[in-house]
């Protein structure tokens, strides 16, 4: 194996790791910005019925 193999195979696992870690962030935000979510369309529901547009 060459020097640029071994660089190559580094970058892969590094990508991988970060990869893994950003899937991992996501899924513990997933719930928090769901509830925010709801939260805003039943603000902007609650506003609109108001008559104020």
Do not use: H
């Not at 193999?5 to 696992?13: K, P, Q």
């Not at 970060?18 to 979510?37: H, K, N, S, Y």
């Amino acid at each position: 194996m060459t020097q640029k193999d071994i660089i190559t195979i580094l970058a892969i696992i590094g990508a991988l790791v970060v990869l893994g870690f950003v899937l991992r962030v996501t899924f513990a935000l997933i719930g928090p910005l769901l509830i925010l979510a709801l939260g805003y369309v039943v603000y902007t529901m609650m506003k609109n019925k108001g008559g104020t547009n």
